[in-house]
């Protein structure tokens, strides 16, 4: 039996349009999420469906090689092109080296160190190193402002050798917009405040250790 052109073509229709309706019963009965599509491949879906149905475009990603301006779907699956036009898309977000990030999987934060091509990957090529270790795009996020400022804190404290606000006894310490310093003593990390002799008009004042900041770690003293 030989299939011509016009039979193909209306199998393929059929095809797609069965297609359409299963996709259409998943996302109500199972709630299916959104595929992830990089920034290309979301401006090119956007752009041909305001030329065309959802149908249309996924027959015709079965048919044909996407060319020119378009050709950013050529290597996704049928299956991932018929989900982010029926179903939806979200863009992964977009990464520049030093950025700071979070794998969603080990909840590991580190920095954008560099950002690479690999040969013979599927839908997206791009990968993004962190520590040394290639990471694809949609497994990752920005870190917030509050993750950043406690990463980098951690990291300062690890450099010592300590966990964070590990205060030792002999700590150089100051309070943050004063040029008052002075030592951290036994009494002091006892009760959980600093006591800075003369702070203010010759009186001593106490902080809380949360609210100090580390001048020089005692391992570090030259009086010492």
Not at 178 to 190: A, P, Q, R, V
């Amino acid at each position: 039996m030989s299939w011509t052109s016009k039979a193909l073509g209306a199998a393929m229709t059929e095809a797609v349009k069965h297609l359409e309706h299963s996709m259409q019963v998943l996302r109500r009965k199972y709630n299916v999420e959104k595929i992830q599509l990089t920034q290309e491949q979301a401006d090119v879906i956007s752009k041909l469906l305001k030329k065309m149905s959802a149908d249309r475009l996924i027959d015709t990603h079965i048919k044909q090689i996407w060319k020119d301006e378009y050709n950013a779907l050529n290597h996704m699956e049928v299956s991932k092109v018929a989900r982010a036009v029926l179903v939806g898309y979200e863009v992964i977000p977009q990464f520049k080296v030093g950025d700071w990030v979070i794998n969603i999987h080990t909840a590991e934060i580190g920095q954008v160190e560099a950002i690479r091509k690999v040969g013979g990957a599927v839908d997206n090529d791009e990968r993004i190193v962190v520590d040394s270790i290639l990471n694809y795009p949609d497994s990752l996020r920005h870190a917030t402002p509050e993750e950043i400022q406690q990463e980098k804190k951690r990291r300062f404290w690890e450099k010592l050798g300590r966990e964070v606000d590990e205060w030792e006894e002999g700590d150089i310490v100051g309070v943050e917009g004063s040029k008052f310093i002075t030592y951290i003593s036994y009494e002091d990390l006892d009760r959980g405040e600093v006591e800075f002799p003369r702070f203010t008009a010759g009186d001593n004042e106490y902080f809380p250790l949360n609210k100090i900041r580390l001048v020089t770690p005692v391992e570090k003293r030259l009086d010492k």
